[in-house]
DNA sequence: GCCTGTGTTGTTATAACATTACATTACCTA
DNA sequence: TAGGTAATGTAATGTTATAACAACACAGGC
């Protein structure tokens, strides 16, 4: 049975069930929603399932072509897409980089922390404080459509590690 | 005389003080601070004040080109970072651009309201928000280092302009 | 004035990230 | 099983960024 969803992944964690569960929702998601789960994508969501880390688009590839999935950067780049795009992934933008979705909800608007040190990424809820964007924004007359909220630092355990 | 810093770029304004006033703290502050405010970081500067859109690196180096003030990468990438570092730039990770400061005060820490339709790039303070980032953050044993918040939409005037 | 260290710029090359375009294949459905 | 749509394979290219080293400029001490 798929355990509640704890959002945290800088604590320790039944690992293979985020890795196991990942798919399993993913799967399930794309079966309800008529979207197809290739083995290219599904590859790639395994690959950024197994850590919680920011991987480069490249060294996706790399692992790909391990498994002789594909071997061109469009390949790689059209699966992010489609992960990204259906929220079982998610862009860092100040590292180029993409990350497994933690708690694919139907819709959900993560903040990211992005630990510095061994680049694992932990999603929170960006509400409240979207809000308070929001409201910041509309004070200057912008009318916000996205909202990116990137915050670098360490993580618990490298911050014990020191 | 320097008027009351308006920090609002979308709100009609004198853009020609902008820029002057721009370049004077500049100035200024390398004066100083010991630093030096050469050619070619003097002109990049300058081209950024221009407008207060986002320009790519690129962008810049080919203006740069025109001047005769370096032709190659690393000489706006160099310059790009002393801006950036000392306060007079940003960069917008989202777009990787580059815009100038628009209030370059001490130590402030804006989030970015960027324009799809037209580029331009508005700073308002992190504060109060950044306290509440640091707070969801900290409840996830997270110790932040820097926050980034980057906000897309649309500007007043693109509005109006539909 | 000249040496010397430090910081800046010039230049070449290359790394890292991402997309266009088009041919081919797989899948669905009529 | 034919035809349409979605996905993949592949080559080429575009875009953003850095490494490495040579050359030059400026400042302070001799
Ligand atoms: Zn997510
Ligand atoms: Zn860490
Ligand atoms: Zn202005
Ligand atoms: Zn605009």
Redesign the interface.
């Known amino acids: 049975m798929p355990q509640p969803p704890d959002p945290?992944i800088?604590q320790k964690h039944n690992h293979r069930s985020c890795r196991s569960s990942g798919m399993k929702e993913a799967r399930a998601f794309c079966k309800a929603q008529g979207l197809r789960l290739t083995p290219v994508r599904a590859r790639v969501l395994e690959i950024l399932l197994e850590s919680h880390k920011a991987l480069g688009a490249y060294d996706i590839l790399a692992r790909l072509k391990e498994d002789n999935l594909g071997s061109q950067p469009p390949v790689v780049y059209r699966a992010l897409e489609f992960l990204v795009g259906n929220g079982f992934a998610h862009k860092l933008?100040?590292l180029n980089a993409f990350a497994a979705c933690c708690q694919p909800d139907a819709a959900h608007e993560p903040?990211f922390?992005i630990?510095?040190n061994c680049r694992k990424v932990?999603e929170?809820?960006l509400q409240?404080?979207g809000r308070?964007?929001d409201r910041?924004?509309a004070?200057?007359?912008?009318?916000?459509?996205?909202?990116?909220?990137?915050?670098?630092?360490?993580?618990?355990t490298c911050?014990a590690g020191t």
Not at 148 to 155: A, L, P, Q, R, W
């Open positions: 945290n800088f933008e100040r903040m922390l630990c510095q932990a929170t809820p409240p404080i308070e964007i910041a924004a004070d200057l007359g912008f009318a916000v459509v996205s909202r990116m909220v990137e915050v670098t630092g360490t993580c618990p911050q």
